[in-house]
């Protein structure tokens, strides 16, 4: 079971609104790096792990994507990051959705009606719904969904419960060819042994999975219009 789901509490779309892509969707998969082959794949599996969290926590702009289930609920997430403090992108559980948008320390926040009323009750519903609430990462309120908009916390979280890490196989996800290493969990993570060593893929079996692709896609994050933001004490 990916570990993501522990820090919140559709796989459809990219209609955050608030992010623009200069690269078509038919490319989203291929890492823009050489081919050429990185040899990753003949090194102890504990460097295997140091250098792909290296490269992937390297990449000027990345795009993750994620669906998972957990106690009969599923979530899904779909976020781009641009540099280490920006970030746009929505993460759902089950009727539920929110919008997020980090840039620096500031963080907007749209959810439907669904979320809010779980959040704070009706009141809260009829306040927030169709607003983008302004407040930053340290709002205790707010600091287990905004993990999700920093790209180095999510992948530590999601890989901090997994132990026991093997390698053994070779793989491919798309067309690139991976080194795949198995955690006791039964959790698989491609690694990419061509061009940088990148995390591709944390496939944690049927309905599990975390997907880092639009590698070195640039994106242009964006705060939303002034007119729609509600500001928030932290």
Not at 72 to 90: N, S, V
Not at 121 to 148: L, Y
Not at 184 to 213: C, F, K, M
């Amino acid at each position: 079971m990916l570990a993501f789901t522990t820090a919140c509490g559709p796989l459809a779309g990219d209609e955050t609104g608030t992010a623009q892509t200069k690269a078509s969707s038919s490319t989203a998969a291929k890492p823009a790096a050489t081919a050429i082959p990185n040899g990753v794949e003949k090194l102890p599996t504990a460097e295997i792990l140091n250098r792909a969290r290296q490269a992937t926590g390297s990449a000027r702009f990345l795009r993750v994507r994620a669906q998972a289930e957990e106690d009969g609920e599923r979530y899904k997430i779909d976020f781009r990051y641009a540099g280490k403090t920006k970030a746009t992108g929505w993460f759902s559980q089950d009727a539920q959705r929110v919008e997020i948008t980090r840039i620096g320390k500031v963080v907007y926040l749209s959810g439907n009606w669904a979320f809010w009323v779980s959040a704070g009750g009706k009141s809260a519903a009829q306040e927030f719904a169709g607003k983008h609430v302004k407040s930053t990462v340290k709002n205790p309120d707010f600091k287990e969904i905004a993990i999700f908009a920093d790209r180095s916390a999510l992948l530590t979280e999601a890989l901090k419960a997994m132990h026991g890490w093997e390698k053994g196989e070779e793989g491919k996800v798309g067309t690139i060819p991976t080194t795949v290493l198995t955690a006791s969990t039964g959790d698989r993570l491609h690694v990419a042994t061509q061009g940088r060593p990148y995390v591709l893929l944390l496939d944690g079996g049927p309905g599990n999975s975390i997907e880092y692709l639009g590698y070195e896609q640039p994106v242009t994050i964006k705060a939303p219009p002034a007119g729609s933001v509600v500001d928030l004490p932290n």
